[in-house]
Every structure is written in structure tokens, then in C-alpha cells.
Nanobody, 117 residues
């Protein structure tokens, strides 16, 4: 059984930073790409960033220059370090492991990020 558990969300002031974590079990973590998506209230789901199994990152325009994605294959852990947050970043953030056999990935419950003064 695959489990994906996101953590690290919370309330942060504009301009602040947060580090989201994603703990995964039930898959061979090192073989999977790890992606982050987000969905704000009343908004469509957005791709944020991914890191391939070989460690190559890719960022969306919303994340480029502000967010950093990383992974630790020894800990089955992926992280998303977010800086210079603004109100538009308010959303539920989801970590999604994927590979060629499961391109849609495995989804957890997400973690809420709220950027507000």
C-alpha cells in the first residue's frame, strides 16, 4: 500500500518562507519522480515543480527562482523549500510520486499553505 504524507504547511506572512516535506512508503522511492502540485480555493490545480529519479529538477514559472525542490532517497523524503511567498501561493500543496507505470502518480491529502498578514 502506497502512502504519501505531506507536512510543513501553515500560516506565513507575505515575503516569508516555508519548507514542505513529503514522506513516501510502499514504493521504490528512488525509482520515482517526485512532483508537487497545488490547488487554491476555487482555482484549477497547478503544477509547481518536479524532481526526476536522477535528481534533475524542473520548475513551473510560478516556482522558478523562488522554490527549490529536493529529495533524499535514503529517507524516502522529498521537500519543497518555498521563499518570497505571496498571497497567490495560498493553496493546498500535494506531493505526487510518479513513474512510467503510474504517470498520474499517487496522491496524498496535501498540506495547506496560507500566506496572509
Amino acid at each position: 500500500q502506497v502512502q504519501v504524507v505531506e507536512s510543513g504547511g501553515g500560516l506565513v506572512q507575505p515575503g516569508g518562507s516555508l519548507r514542505l516535506s513529503c514522506s513516501v512508503s510502499g514504493i521504490r522511492f528512488a525509482a520515482y519522480g517526485m512532483s508537487w502540485y497545488r490547488q487554491g480555493a476555487g482555482k484549477e490545480q497547478e503544477f509547481v515543480a518536479l524532481i526526476r529519479s536522477d535528481g534533475t529538477p524542473r520548475y513551473s514559472d510560478i516556482a522558478q527562482g523562488r522554490f527549490t525542490i529536493s529529495r533524499d532517497n535514503n529517507k524516502n523524503l522529498a521537500e519543497l523549500h518555498m521563499t518570497t511567498l505571496n498571497a497567490e501561493d495560498t493553496a493546498v500543496y500535494y506531493c505526487v510520486p510518479y513513474d512510467h507505470t503510474r504517470p498520474g502518480g499517487y496522491w496524498g491529502q496535501g498540506t495547506q499553505v496560507t500566506v496572509s498578514a
